[in-house]
């Protein structure tokens, strides 16, 4: 580069470092807000005794060849039967998730309130950025860009000879949005408020369905291959005897 | 580097010659993977800074964000004392992990460092 751009020292302790710490404590006081936001609801008994079943069926499956094939088999059998299954689902009572969200009002609150817990500061943070720290380079990224990226990472900088690794506040503003969500899961444990709302975003796309997830723990317990493992312990156990004796 | 790890079954080095059931304990692997995580976010965010002070530009910050988590992977291996299948399923865990989740953490500190440093 021979025109090396010289920045005032005053972007970096009035824009940089500033705008760093704010989005930092605003990621913590997320957190905390979505913390206490979250109401404790009573959880339907119906939907805990089906969670319930699907990990005994989960540990039925694991432990599948530490028991004998009849026990297994008579385990499935109360498990997945056609009749009176734990986990056969009739098909009529099988009832729309997305239905059964919008009979719930609560439901349906507590996902508005957690992602508007999301949404307002980035809006507000965005905007405060560009109302504040637009029209002058803020930064310089440490490596090469092509000038695909001058229109994004340049933008409120009319010029075009200025190298594209000059950044405005905006870019910067951008880069901690994504780059401090390491940082976060390192000071506020891993239950963090981003952490959060992308296990929401993925809910609400579509719908936590226990039924679904019984007939698939049903499907997984039906095509599992038993195979008693015992009768093979006994050569293991003379193997490792014989390293002992050894 | 935080490298607390709970080792599962011990019985799983005779795996090899036994060729039997998998024995874990899904709640410690779960623990392990964590442990990889942090520590991995944790040495992107010093591996960020430190390329910053040193001015590396381009491509040579690149290559010490690589050199920096193989580096990671094998202070991760010593922890679990060379015997890697004790405390995970497989190599890829230990190796590639949490490799690419580290990258936006790393640009950010480099990026950040780097201005500080140099740039004003």
């Known amino acids: 580069m021979a025109e090396d751009l010289v920045l005032d020292t005053a972007i970096r302790d009035w824009v940089l470092i500033p705008l760093s710490v704010v989005m930092v404590l605003i990621g913590i006081l997320r957190y905390f807000v979505s913390k206490l936001m979250r109401s404790s609801q009573v959880p339907d008994p119906k939907i805990v005794k089906e969670g319930q079943v699907i990990v005994r069926a989960r540990n039925l499956r694991a432990g599948a060849n530490f028991i004998p094939p009849k026990s297994f088999r008579s385990r499935r059998v109360y498990f997945s039967n056609e009749e009176n299954g734990l986990l056969f689902v009739p098909k009529g009572q099988a009832?729309?998730?997305?239905?059964?969200?919008?009979?719930?009002?609560?439901?349906?609150?507590d996902m508005m309130k957690k992602n508007l817990s999301m949404i307002i500061p980035q809006t507000l943070t965005f905007a405060w950025v560009n109302f504040f720290f637009s029209g002058f380079v803020a930064a310089k990224i440490p490596f090469p860009l092509t000038q695909r990226f001058r229109s994004m990472l340049q933008n409120g900088i009319d010029l075009s000879?200025?190298?594209?690794?000059?950044?405005?506040?905006?870019?910067?503003?951008?880069?901690?949005?994504?780059?401090?969500?390491?940082?976060?899961?390192?000071?506020?444990?891993?239950?963090?408020?981003?952490?959060?709302?992308?296990?929401?975003?993925?809910?609400?796309?579509?719908?936590?369905?226990?039924?679904?997830?019984?007939?698939?723990?049903?499907?997984?317990?039906?095509?599992?291959?038993?195979?008693?493992?015992?009768?093979?312990?006994?050569?293991?156990?003379?193997?490792?005897?014989?390293?002992?004796?050894? | 580097?935080?490298?607390?790890?709970?080792?599962?079954?011990?019985?799983?080095?005779?795996?090899?010659?036994?060729?039997?059931?998998?024995?874990?304990?899904?709640?410690n692997l779960q623990n392990n993977m964590k442990v990889i995580y942090y520590s991995r976010t944790f040495m992107s965010i010093i591996g960020g800074v430190l390329a910053g002070i040193l001015g590396f530009t381009g491509f040579m910050g690149f290559v010490l964000y690589?050199?920096?988590?193989?580096?990671?992977?094998?202070?991760?291996?010593?922890?679990?004392?060379?015997?890697?299948?004790?405390?995970?399923?497989?190599?890829?865990?230990?190796?590639?992990?949490?490799?690419?989740?580290?990258?936006?953490?790393?640009?950010?500190?480099?990026?950040?460092?780097?201005?500080?440093?140099h740039i004003f």
């Open chain 2, 66 to 117: 690589f050199l920096v988590m193989a580096i990671t992977s094998i202070g991760l291996i010593a922890k679990a004392k060379f015997s890697v299948h004790a405390y995970f399923d497989s190599w890829n865990r230990i190796i590639l992990d949490g490799f690419m989740g580290g990258l936006m953490s790393f640009v950010l500190f480099w990026t950040f460092a780097y201005d500080i440093v």
């Open chain 1, 95 to 109: 009832q729309n998730a997305q239905a059964q969200m919008f009979s719930d009002p609560n439901m349906a609150m």
């Open chain 2, 1 to 27: 580097m935080a490298g607390h790890s709970d080792s599962n079954s011990s019985e799983k080095k005779s795996s090899e010659a036994m060729n039997d059931v998998p024995t874990f304990s899904a709640e």
């Open chain 1, 161 to 246: 000879t200025v190298d594209v690794s000059y950044v405005s506040s905006r870019s910067w503003y951008f880069l901690n949005l994504f780059g401090l969500r390491g940082l976060f899961s390192l000071i506020l444990g891993e239950e963090n408020a981003t952490d959060d709302t992308q296990r929401m975003m993925q809910m609400s796309g579509f719908g936590f369905d226990p039924t679904k997830s019984l007939g698939a723990e049903k499907d997984g317990l039906d095509i599992v291959q038993h195979e008693w493992a015992l009768p093979k312990f006994e050569h293991r156990a003379e193997a490792v005897l014989k390293k002992l004796i050894r």
